[in-house]
């Protein structure tokens, strides 16, 4: 396969485009990051007219695939009649209206462009309420690139990695130029180690405003919440008075219509989606308690942005919900029996090449890694996987004619059917072939 086109492309780029790319992530690809031409339902084409079956879905949103019919129509009749207008419009309230009957925390919602932005929003949110300054996180998780909240982060298609000890320990910044400063309200703990949380809520709730967690550690190996943990982190956050934040960001629109939330039957105080709500489209939401969204209706927290509800990005939204919420969630259906397939075909191909690995999957999402253990159910194990192996895969599979990214997360969309699941275990298969004679 021939990447020559998109190489060029990319000295082109970088004259202009700093990077080369829009987002740093993007830089990672092998053997050279790939521009895109088209893209059609579950697959996409690059300028050097290739074509791959595409799991990473640009990094989530595209729950229906490529150019959904639905979404091009509604994205159609917007620019028709305007795109954005600064102004109120039947668009807000009716996606709005939507978002609080489908998720199950939500009495109000507010509306912003990124995921990064509705956490921004999410953490003032609980600041004011409280009145208190500290914002709890967990290792692994991650929740946008602000200030506030990035951390150092172990991916390894972003360019920091903190697989050292000392990082454990320490809050390091996400990215130069980012003040250490910013984090100092932030307290970092393992994930799913109830004891710690427990400890440190009950000895500092006075100074803690908010608990921010992924639902399914999405970002680190797709690993679950353990049994009763989010709910005990739920009733612990009452009990003190702390707000607990639900970064629905991968989850939202993904494990289900409701979300993580709706399917394990929690109520957190905040929730934050974006990702899949456009489907494609840049769109966030902030969706929660009234009485702390209260605060953006009292004017306590500012809640701004130029594009905020803007007509193309609220009918996209409203489009993508009505569709995975036609013929009674039909399309979720679909992305599981669809997923089961795949991940049982992946781990089959595992154990005939005798390549030791794991896929954890929650939902339409997993994770894939080459490791040793037999579970990955925290973050140091997490980060004993064998990142550069699976980048090597990740570049065999785009030979095969398949799209995964870099670190090891697929998705899988409404539109990945039979074939996709033949092409790809096919391609998985000489992929784990070539990987073992390299
Ligand atoms: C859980 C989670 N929260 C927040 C974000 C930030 O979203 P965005 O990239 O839209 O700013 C992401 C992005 O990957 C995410 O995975």
Redesign the pocket.
Known sequence: MSYANSQSKLEQSKKYLAGGVASTLRAAMKPTPLFAASGKGARIRDIDNNEFIDYLLA??PLILGHAHPSLTSALTEASLTSVAYGLQHEGEIELARLLCEILPCADKVALSG??????MLALRLARAHTGRRKVVRFHG?????SDAIFTSFPSADMKQSANSPESEAQILPGTGGQSERSLEDVILLPWNDFEALEKLLREEHGQIAAVIS?PVM??SGCIKPKENYLAFMRALTDELGIVMIL?E??TGFRLGLGGAHGKYGLKPDLV?V??ALGGGIAI?AVAGNAEIMKHIELGTVSHLGTLNGNAAATAAAISTLRELASNGGSAYIQMNEVTNELVAGIRKLLIKHQIPGILNREGPVFHMMFTEQSIVEDFQAFNQRDAALYSQFAELMLNEGVLVRTNGLWYVSAVHGQQEIKDTLHAVDHALKQLKIK
């Open positions: 990094y989530g990124s995921g990064t932005e509705a956490v998780h991650y929740h946008g690139w992924e999405c970002n970064d960001v991968i934050t974006g990702k966030s």
